[in-house]
């Protein structure tokens, strides 16, 4: 069974950093392209950033660029997203997802989600 | 503002059928066939229901349906079950942007 659970939201000030991480379980996870989306609230699902099996291709949102970066660890099945200066306007609880294999723009398993706060 | 735009809410009544939109331009719902559609429940995560607009995943019940005509696409919900209330997001691959969402339309079953 495809499992990924979201960990590391918590409450920063702006302009602080923090790591998220998405442990993996259930499927070749170095095979998988990996996504990040976030809700904020009230707002709609926005997807943050994205990378291929091997960690050597990494796509973001413009928003989010210079300031986020998405990396994984294969021997871990782990994906994580390191977030610095963050904004109020980060605030949102962020999901990691699996793309649907073979298929572009399409994320078939997804986390719970993981909450993070940019307030002072 | 999103980059799709969805109906902010839609209601029926168990056994009835809906039908969600899904606007966006010809740099995305009108430029390929990468569209999909999720359902949130609260608190839960996110579940792919369609996807390549009219392709359904393992699971998911056949009374859930996707179409496209032009930049619009659509997201059909036949014979509504109380199960089915929740928020739905289309989503599709933008040339340059890679994923733009709707802001998600709230189906509640009366």
């Known amino acids: 069974e495809v499992q990924l659970a979201e960990s590391g939201g918590g409450l920063v000030q702006p302009g602080g950093s923090l790591r998220l991480s998405c442990a993996a379980s259930g499927f070749t996870f170095r095979n998988a392209w990996m996504s990040w989306f976030r809700r904020a609230p009230g707002k709609g699902l926005e997807w943050v950033a994205n990378?291929?099996?091997?960690?050597?291709?990494?796509y973001y949102l413009n928003s989010v660029k210079g300031r986020f970066t998405v990396f994984r660890d294969n021997a871990e099945n782990s994906l994580y997203l390191e977030m610095n200066s963050l904004r109020a306007e980060d605030s949102a609880v962020y999901f990691c997802?699996?793309?649907?294999?073979?298929?572009?723009?399409?994320?078939?398993?997804w986390g719970q989600g993981t909450l993070v706060t940019v307030s002072s | 503002q999103s980059a799709l735009t969805q109906p902010a809410s839609v209601s029926g009544s168990p056994g009835q059928s809906i039908t969600i939109s899904c606007t966006g331009s010809?740099?995305?719902?009108?430029?390929?066939?990468?569209v999909s559609w999720y359902q949130q429940h609260p608190d839960e995560a996110p579940k792919l229901m369609v996807y390549e607009v009219n392709n359904r995943p393992s699971g998911v019940s056949s009374r859930f349906s996707g179409s496209k005509s032009g930049n619009t696409a659509s997201l059909t919900i036949s014979g509504l079950q109380a199960d089915d209330e929740a928020d739905y997001y289309c989503?599709?691959?933008?040339?340059?942007?890679?994923?733009?969402f709707g802001g998600g339309t709230k189906l509640t079953v009366l």
């Open positions: 997802a699996r793309d649907l294999p073979g298929v572009k723009s399409t994320f078939d398993y």
């Open positions: 989503a599709s691959h933008r040339r340059g942007v890679l994923e733009v």
């Open positions: 990378l291929n099996g091997d960690g050597s291709e990494t």
């Open positions: 010809s740099s995305d719902v009108g430029a390929n066939d990468y």
